[in-house]
């Protein structure tokens, strides 16, 4: 995917009631590693990879790109959100050029359940709107994933259609911040 541009990078860290969305640093790779291999994290996300793997390829400071955020919590990275371009060879898509900004996240299992996602993807969707005003966002995620519809829902993602994709059916929606005519 293409990096979101003419977005400023990286932005000044995003403070919530409990979290920082910041720009990823060293300290950060062995939870990436962790998020990558962990099979709970990866199972709509095509399975765990093996870690030996992971720890070869993974840069020192992983993630340290445009549109992606690590997620802190009390100093410890728990999670990222990414915002970045949608591949135009992959399915679902709301302009005629494709391309749209698409909202991705992980979190580690430990911060599963405490609402620290929908903290977080709040945050960067606030931050996306006040520097690409107008700009709509995509989702997309496996129609099985519970966890990942319910936040598609409490965001304000509107389904546009579903698709199979990766031999499973895909929920694909759409976010603005201005209200979309209908």
Request: a negative charge; one cysteine or more; glycine letters at 8%.
């Given at each position: 995917m293409t990096e979101l541009e003419p977005a400023a990078w990286p932005p000044a860290?995003?403070?919530?009631?409990?979290?920082?969305?910041r720009e990823s640093e060293a300290r950060d790779r062995s939870a990436f590693i962790e998020m990558f291999a962990?099979?709970?994290v990866r199972t709509y996300l095509g399975g765990p990879r093996p870690r030996d793997e992971i720890e070869r390829a993974m840069p020192q400071v992983p993630g340290r790109r445009p549109g992606v955020f690590v997620v802190d919590h009390d100093?410890?990275?728990i999670g990222i959100v990414t915002?970045?371009?949608?591949?135009?060879?992959?399915?679902?898509?709301?302009?005629?050029?494709a391309g749209e900004?698409?909202?991705?996240?992980?979190?580690?299992?430990?911060a599963w359940g405490y609402g620290y996602a929908t903290e977080a993807c709040t945050?960067?969707?606030?931050?996306?709107?006040?520097?690409?005003?107008?700009?709509?966002?995509?989702?997309?995620?496996?129609?099985a994933n519970d966890r990942a519809m319910r936040l598609a829902a409490k965001l304000g993602f509107t389904e546009v259609e579903r698709f199979e994709e990766f031999g499973?059916?895909?929920w694909f929606g759409v976010w603005s911040s201005v209200p979309l005519s209908g």
């Open positions: 860290p995003l403070r919530t009631e409990r979290l920082m969305l962990s099979p709970e100093g410890l990275m915002l970045d371009r949608r591949d135009a060879e992959r399915p679902g898509h709301i302009r005629p050029d900004a698409e909202l991705s996240y992980m979190f580690l299992p430990q945050a960067a969707l606030g931050w996306f709107a006040g520097t690409l005003p107008g700009e709509q966002v995509v989702l997309c995620t496996q129609s499973a059916e895909q």
